[in-house]
Each structure stands twice: as structure tokens, then as C-alpha cells.
T-cell receptor
């Protein structure tokens, strides 16, 4: 059973460019969350997708947008890249409402991340 | 506002016991998670608490006091491979919108 996968592993961009990161959730999961983790910090919640809609959003500007496809995979797009966008971008999948685990909570499984460097 | 506080760094020796504390303030509360993260890798789930008390899972235990906004992760019989960052995260919405602390970097020495 494949876990959460993300692509690419590493990416180097320059300021002002746009980037798209991809995530495939763990089999059976329909909810995808995206986090940004700067060096030495904890992950920060960007947004979450469920049923192809953005369900929740953190304190990130509109330059950060996303999409979820019918097969539950997801993309994170960042426009007009800034130096401060350099970080590890983590995707996490979890079962949605109605798919709740036997433990009563929905554990998030994280992917390996995409390391984005903006020069 | 929402705030998660945990120590930046801790050191311990192999075979010892270490307790990593976490205090949280969130507008809502639907559980407290602990994750382990090795350098350059993704966080991996360790534990979840939503009710007060201690949850034990092998060498790792986690405690929660909702009234005090406090949790700790207890690691017993430390091994070198336990050197990692330990992230405390609160779910304030019930939909896995996790608010993470900055993480506690644990260094286990021989």
C-alpha cells in the first residue's frame, strides 16, 4: 500500500516565478492538507482540500492556491515567488468525515515533502 | 490566538528517560498530537490525546491535561535513533487543521 507521495523532491526557482507541487494521498484517503515548514520551524497549515473544494485555509496570501482532482490527488500552486517562500512543503492525507478510523480520530499521514529553494 | 510552546532543544543519554513538555492555547480543541521528525524527513505520527490522562505505547507515552493546556511526551529507554525533532500539534477545529509548535530537537548521546 503506497503512502503519501509528492513530486518533485527538490525544486529551485527564482523570484517572481510560479511553481506547482503535486501530492497523491494514501490509498483510501480523500482529504489532503498542505503545510509549509521553514528551516528550524514547525509546519504551518496552508489549506485543506476535501471533495475537490478548499475546506479550510491558514494565514497564507492568495498567491498560494490549490486544487484537488477527482482521484483525490492535489496540487499546490504558488505565484510570484518570494525568497521567503523557500521551505519544505508537506502534504498530509487523512480519511474524511464518514471514513473515521476505529480510534475516533483521523490521523494525518505526511508525505516526504518538496524542498523549494527560491533564489 | 493560537500558540504552542515547547522547548527548543534537549539532550539526554542512551538508556535514560526524557520528558518533552508542551503548552497550548487554541480557540478550540479537538486533540493533541505528537509527531517525530528526523532531519530532512516527513513527520511521523507518535500519539494522540483528546481526554485527560496518560496514553502508553511501548517506549513512548503521552499525557494531556485539558484544564491546564498542557501535554508531555515521555520517552523511555532512549536509543540513538530517537535523536530527532518532536513536534507538538493541536487540532483546534476537528478537521485536522493542525497548529504545530516549533519542535523540540532531542539529541541522544552514548
Amino acid at each position: 500500500d503506497a503512502g503519501v507521495t509528492q513530486s518533485p523532491t527538490h525544486l529551485i526557482k527564482t523570484r517572481g516565478q510560479q511553481v506547482t507541487l503535486r501530492c497523491s494521498p494514501k490509498s483510501g484517503h480523500d482529504t489532503v492538507s498542505w503545510y509549509q515548514q521553514a528551516l528550524g520551524q514547525g509546519p504551518q497549515f496552508i489549506f485543506q482540500y476535501y471533495e475537490e473544494e478548499e475546506r479550510q485555509r491558514g494565514n497564507f496570501p492568495d498567491r498560494f492556491s490549490g486544487h484537488q482532482f477527482p482521484n483525490y490527488s492535489s496540487e499546490l500552486n504558488v505565484n510570484a515567488l518570494l525568497l521567503g517562500d523557500s521551505a519544505l512543503y508537506l502534504c498530509a492525507s487523512s480519511p474524511g468525515p464518514g471514513q473515521g478510523g476505529r480510534t475516533g480520530y483521523n490521523e494525518q499521514f505526511f508525505g516526504p515533502g518538496t524542498r523549494l529553494t527560491v533564489l | 490566538g493560537q500558540n504552542i510552546d515547547q522547548p527548543t532543544e534537549m539532550t539526554a543519554t542512551e538508556g535514560a528517560i526524557v520528558q518533552i513538555n508542551c503548552t497550548y492555547q487554541t480557540s478550540g480543541f479537538n486533540g493533541l498530537f505528537w509527531y517525530q521528525q528526523h532531519a530532512g524527513e516527513a513527520p511521523t505520527f507518535l500519539s494522540y490525546n483528546v481526554l485527560d490522562g496518560l496514553e502508553e505505547k511501548g517506549r513512548f507515552s503521552s499525557f494531556l491535561s485539558r484544564s491546564k493546556g498542557y501535554s508531555y511526551l515521555l520517552l523511555k529507554e532512549l536509543q540513538m535513533k530517537d535523536s530527532a525533532s518532536y513536534l507538538c500539534a493541536a487540532d483546534g477545529t476537528g478537521f485536522q487543521k493542525l497548529v504545530f509548535g516549533t519542535g523540540t530537537r532531542l539529541l541522544v548521546s552514548p
